[in-house]
């Protein structure tokens, strides 16, 4: 949970550090990277990972999971070397462990339900 914390607290302040991230050629800290920082990067923190885009961590984890390796190859084809280009996590925070990620899925939907 603390990793978990660390991470949002660390995307949260990102909207300040914005100076400190390499774009790739065509991206500079313009309303399309503000609106990925916040959407992507964000669900991405939310549900219990590092604070990098779902495409990279799609590319990072493809041998791992079959749905990273799914998603991979469809981003792919979309636009070749996506995952290799969108970025890397950003200042050296982690993923959650799984037994955390899976208590904010249950969290989440709980609410859902409820609501």
């Known amino acids: 949970m ?9 995307w949260l302040r990102g909207y300040r550090r914005a100076d400190e991230i ?12 503000w609106a990925l920082y916040t959407f992507d ?9 590092a604070v990098v ?3 990279r961590w799609f590319f990072m984890t493809r041998r791992k999971y079959r749905v ?3 998603f991979n190859r469809l ?4 636009d070749k070397r996506h995952g290799e280009e969108s970025g890397t996590v950003l ?3 982690v993923d959650c462990s799984w037994p955390v990620r899976l ?6 939907i709980a609410v859902v339900v409820l609501l």
């Open 91 to 93: 200042w050296r925070t």
């Open 53 to 55: 885009s779902w495409s």
């Open 103 to 108: 208590g904010i899925a249950v969290v989440v």
């Open 75 to 78: 981003l792919q084809h979309l």
């Open 22 to 33: 390499t774009f790739k050629p065509g991206w500079s800290a313009n309303w399309r990277w």
């Open 2 to 10: 603390r990793n978990y914390l660390h991470n949002l607290l660390t």
């Open 41 to 49: 990067y964000g669900t991405h923190v939310a549900s219990g990972g």
């Open 68 to 70: 990273s390796a799914f």
